[in-house]
């Protein structure tokens, strides 16, 4: 794995997350991007041998909590508050996102 990008490899995912950089952005994310590589590249020559492999952090005795059923909050009540409420379709309203 190379730990160096180039100017070019920057440019290219950004245009691939559709970014628009700065060139101060663009020396930045140069420098952190292949210092994060540098240290992916450290963490692959760890000796992992004789080590599990771990589906999730918690063991097969880990307590888990009862999955059952509860009340919920009244319908009414919880849209009384939300603000902009479609209370008699019973919806919230929000923002647009995109």
């Known amino acids: 794995m190379a730990s160096t ?3 070019d490899e920057v440019l290219r995912i950004a245009a691939l997350a559709r970014l628009e950089l700065s060139e101060a952005e663009i020396a930045t994310f140069t420098r952190q991007l292949a210092d994060i590589l540098t240290y992916v590249e450290a963490l692959q020559q ?3 041998t004789g080590i599990p492999a771990t589906s ?3 063991t ?3 307590a888990w909590r009862d999955d059952t059923s509860a009340p919920s909050l009244d319908r009414a009540t919880v849209l009384a ?3 902009d409420a479609e209370v008699a379709a019973g919806l919230f309203r929000v923002p647009k996102v995109l």
């Open 5 to 7: 990008l180039t100017r």
């Open 46 to 48: 760890a000796d992992t």
């Open 56 to 58: 999730h952090v918690f």
């Open 60 to 62: 097969t005795e880990t």
């Open 81 to 83: 508050e939300a603000p």
